[in-house]
């Protein structure tokens, strides 16, 4: 199963972007990239994912690079309500299993 | 809105006694996902169910069971014999079994604690 890397804690100033960082060197070809953020003491939220090519929804924007070893999401201009645990998971379903890491904790500040 | 419940949100079990933890979704999905969460770690699959009638053990079934005898509903019973209950339990559902293409989506979980 492919694992994942990000680091634990990062800041972002509001209104400015987040960009968070996952390693996934050793991904399969036919593994999904996703992000899902937690809020404490909330489920965990989904916020999208990818395959080979960048992604974007309301929320916010998926960088996959080419060899698809890491990836990047962006939240474009983040706010106080954006402080949350982000995981990024590598995701086939022929394994059955969503492997979550500890993910990257975000601390927007004003 | 279309959604996952879970209810109660905090759930007190006394020693030797069984609780059920009650999970609702209205999305019409043919799947759905138990998970535990203990602090600083991530998520761990106790159960999961592809359609009515039917649910599989996942990677830490013990001292836990699960009934899906309607599309919308996936209670979960922590019986006397789970020996460390105390966790935040996450309900999911996804449209169809593990499709990696398709996401899962969560409850807003709810607090065992021991008493």
């Keep these: 199963d492919a694992k994942t890397t990000q680091p634990?804690?990062?800041?972002?100033?509001?209104g400015r972007a987040a960009n968070l960082p996952c390693n996934h060197s050793t991904i399969s070809g036919n593994e999904y990239v996703y992000w899902y953020r937690q809020i404490h003491s909330q489920g965990p939220q989904y916020i999208i994912h990818g395959l080979k090519n960048n992604e974007t929804n309301e929320m916010a924007s998926l960088i996959?690079?080419?060899?698809?070893?890491?990836?990047?999401?962006?939240?474009?201009h983040a706010t106080l309500r954006d402080t949350a645990v982000y995981y990024c998971i590598v995701y086939a379903g022929n394994n059955r299993k969503l492997i979550w890491g500890l993910g990257t904790s975000l601390a927007?500040?004003? | 809105d279309g959604g996952i419940t879970q209810s109660p949100k905090y759930l007190f079990r006394k020693e030797g006694q069984n609780v059920t933890l009650s999970c609702e979704q209205n999305l019409n999905h043919d799947a759905m996902y138990w998970y535990r969460q203990d602090p600083g770690q991530g998520l761990r699959l106790i159960y999961y169910s592809q359609i009515v009638n039917d649910f599989q053990k996942g990677d830490i079934a013990e001292g836990y069971s699960v009934s899906r005898e309607k599309k919308e509903s996936f209670p979960l019973t922590v019986t006397s014999a789970q020996k460390n209950p105390t966790a935040f339990y996450l309900c999911a559902s996804s449209i169809r079994f593990w499709q990696p293409n398709q996401p899962q989506h969560f409850g807003d979980g709810t607090r065992l604690s021991i008493l």
Excluded: F
Aim: hydrophobic share 30%; proline share 13%; with cysteine.
């Design chain 1, 8 to 14: 634990p804690s990062m800041d972002c100033a509001e």
């Design chain 1, 64 to 76: 996959i690079t080419e060899d698809r070893k890491s990836s990047t999401l962006i939240l474009p």
């Design chain 1, 108 to 110: 927007v500040n004003p």
